[in-house]
Each structure stands twice: as structure tokens, then as C-alpha cells.
């Protein structure tokens, strides 16, 4: 099992532009092979910052994901609302 966090940070005004592509997208990615949880938080302390969490089967199926069109199609939507580059994270559940 794999579990991926993603840290975004956006500018103020996108934030509701980038939630809404979340919400109409966050289905597709949910059901894409492998995935078995997605969601979507933001930091308490820093209303600009959202981390995506995930969990995946394996390493291959996340990697699947990630050459897909779906994900460069949902990731040319989001990257130009962001303040900074986006940091990921993957860990292997025991």
C-alpha cells in the first residue's frame, strides 16, 4: 500500500477555482485502478496551503495514474493556481 500526499500552495483568488476542478475530478481519480482513497484537506494554520492524501495498491498502479491523461489533463488546470511548486510525498504503509 502506498499513501501520497501532495502539498499545494495556491494564490488566494484560486483556491475556489482549484476546489471546484478537485470536486468535478475527484471521482475519476477515485476510481482510477488502484486508488482506494482520496481526499482533499486544508492546513488550519495556512488557509492557501491543501494537501491531497491517497492511498494506492501499489507503486505501479500510482505510477499508472500519473502518466495518465487524466492526471495531465487535471494537472494543467490546477498547476497555474499555485503560488509554489507542489510537493509530494509517497510512503509505504506497513
Known sequence: MIKRFVKMTFKPESIEDFKSVFNTHKK???SFEGCSHLELLQDVNNPVVFF???IWDDKKNLESYRQSSEFRE???QTKL???Q???AWS???L
Do not use: N, Q, V, Y
Request: glycine share 12%.
Open 52 to 54: 491531497t492524501f491517497s
Open 85 to 87: 511548486k507542489a510537493e
Open 74 to 76: 487535471i494537472w494543467g
Open 91 to 93: 510512503m509505504k504503509g
Open 28 to 30: 475519476l481519480i477515485s
Open 81 to 83: 493556481f499555485f503560488s
